[in-house]
């Protein structure tokens, strides 16, 4: 017989799949949302800053008809209000859970791996929260089963048996590990690879990056390879672990938590939240939502995510705190 926990774990590979690619035989007609303003909900009883930091103010774009192959062709989603979020069964930081530790899984080689340093100022600024990065731990020498993958032969690890080993390791303070990788994942024998896969209920989650270098596809690096493969891997942390804090996929603007069903719609996903989403994660962390931008902003400065950068400049504009 097959447990809750099992289950859920598996409903999570599934989730997780999300820039994989899965192919059907015919798109799904996506099931009817709410409206944007109904998801975001009542700003009535909030402070004059919060209201303001949770309205459009015409900086995010609507989600377009979903593509043949795209998530929400295959994948129907009604979208997740705040008021939902708000009745749905979740964990948040609290007094003595509130940091978030990355592990990086095997080696991180500068020049062909996003920076660790970069990795955890992200996940502080994107979350509000104290992000670590602990020692490196050696797959092998922690007897992490592995397999060629048998359709281009790329070495793999066992998601499933890295929870486990995070779930050991969670730290008393931490409200979530997070692994992180260059190594390919797969979530089952016969599952061909997965780019994450995470457990809220333990509050752990495993990443790889190593699908986001062009180089994994035998494609030549550039002068902006290491670049891309920071905001890939920026996008795919934040997203996941965003699901860790009770997020689900977002149906109501262009939004970091949108589902993608392959690497292109990942891409397109920009790097910030939504105003429904923001609310969800402000709700649980309780953070300044302008100086949370505003962390952001230099982070984007510092690593060259132009796009982004302006976007964030924009924004701040709005929120009526100009950026320096």
């Known amino acids: 017989m097959v447990g809750p926990r099992a ?25 009817s949302a709410p409206s944007p303003a109904e998801a975001i909900g009542s700003l009535e009883a909030l402070p004059p800053g919060l209201r303001r930091a949770f309205t459009p103010l015409g900086d995010f774009a609507p989600l377009p008809e979903p593509g043949p ?8 989603e009604p979208g997740q209000t ?20 990355l592990l990086p899984l095997g080696d991180f080689v500068p020049g062909h791996s996003p920076a660790l340093a970069r990795l955890r100022e992200f996940t502080a600024a994107f979350f509000g929260l104290e992000a670590e990065v602990l020692p490196a731990l050696d797959p092998a020498a922690s007897a992490l089963p592995g397999r060629r993958n048998p359709y281009d032969g790329h070495a793999q690890l066992d998601a499933h048996a890295i929870l486990g080993l995070l ?6 303070d931490g409200f979530a590990l997070l692994g992180l990788t260059m190594v390919d994942l797969y979530p089952d024998p016969a599952w061909n690879f997965v780019f994450g896969l995470a457990s809220p209920a333990e509050r752990v989650g495993v990443f790889s990056f190593a699908r986001y270098d062009p180089a994994f596809y035998g494609e030549a690096r550039s002068q902006d390879t290491g670049k891309l493969l920071l905001q890939r891997s920026c996008k795919v942390l934040a997203h996941e672990t965003g699901h860790l804090f009770g997020l689900e996929h977002c149906v109501f603007y262009r939004c970091l938590m949108n589902g993608s069903n ?6 397109a996903r920009p790097l910030h939240l939504c105003p429904v989403c923001l609310r969800k994660l402000q709700e649980s962390v309780g953070f300044d939502p302008t100086a949370r931008e505003r962390h952001l902003l230099g982070f984007a400065r510092r690593v060259g995510v132009d796009d982004e950068a302006r976007w964030l400049e924009r924004r701040l504009e709005h929120l009526g705190s100009a950026p320096d």
């Open 7 to 31: 289950i859920g774990r598996l409903l999570l590979a599934l989730a997780a799949l999300e820039v994989v690619g899965i192919t059907m035989s015919a798109a799904i007609p996506p099931k």
């Open 69 to 76: 192959g795209d998530w929400l062709a295959h994948h129907p």
């Open 82 to 101: 705040f008021d939902a979020f708000l009745r749905s069964a979740r964990h948040r930081p609290d007094a003595r859970r509130q940091r978030l530790y």
């Open 167 to 172: 779930e050991r390791r969670l730290p008393a």
């Open 262 to 267: 392959h690497l292109a719609e990942s891409d």
